[in-house]
């Protein structure tokens, strides 16, 4: 059973950064699309950012574009998540997920993910 270890979740102040790290249990991250998301209380699972398996194509949704960053380090396996200038409404359940079967693009929903991490809590205070 494929298992995503994500860490870094936390409480920031607002204008803070927080970095967050998704590691698989078992094979090699780079071989699949990669996923972002989040989950405010009360409210449905969005798509925050995403990362082809080659990691020269991203997607962000419009409230984190410019401010949030995804990228992989196929060395160490790892596919991070970097926000920047956080805000009130940026708080949420944040998870990551990974495709588990090769294709070249993104996707932006949670249909198109196999494989999700336990969702840290991120929370901003105003």
């Known amino acids: 059973q494929v298992q995503l270890v994500e860490s870094g979740g936390g409480l920031v102040q607002a204008g803070g950064s927080l970095t967050l790290s998704c590691k698989p249990s078992i094979h090699t991250l780079s071989t699949y699309a990669v996923g972002w998301f989040r989950q405010p209380p009360g409210k449905e699972r969005d798509i925050v950012a995403a990362?082809?398996?080659?990691?020269?194509?991203?997607y962000y949704t419009d409230s984190v574009n410019g401010r949030f960053t995804i990228s992989r380090d196929a060395g160490k396996n790892m596919v991070y998540l970097q926000m920047n200038t956080l805000k009130p409404e940026d708080t949420a359940a944040y998870y990551c997920?990974?495709?588990?079967?090769?294709?070249?693009?993104?996707?932006?929903?949670?249909?198109?993910?196999?494989?999700w991490g336990q969702g840290p809590q991120v929370t901003v205070s105003s």
């Open positions: 997920a990974e495709k588990g079967s090769l294709s070249s693009d993104y996707y932006t929903t949670v249909y198109a993910y196999a494989y």
């Open positions: 990362i082809n398996r080659r990691g020269d194509s991203t």
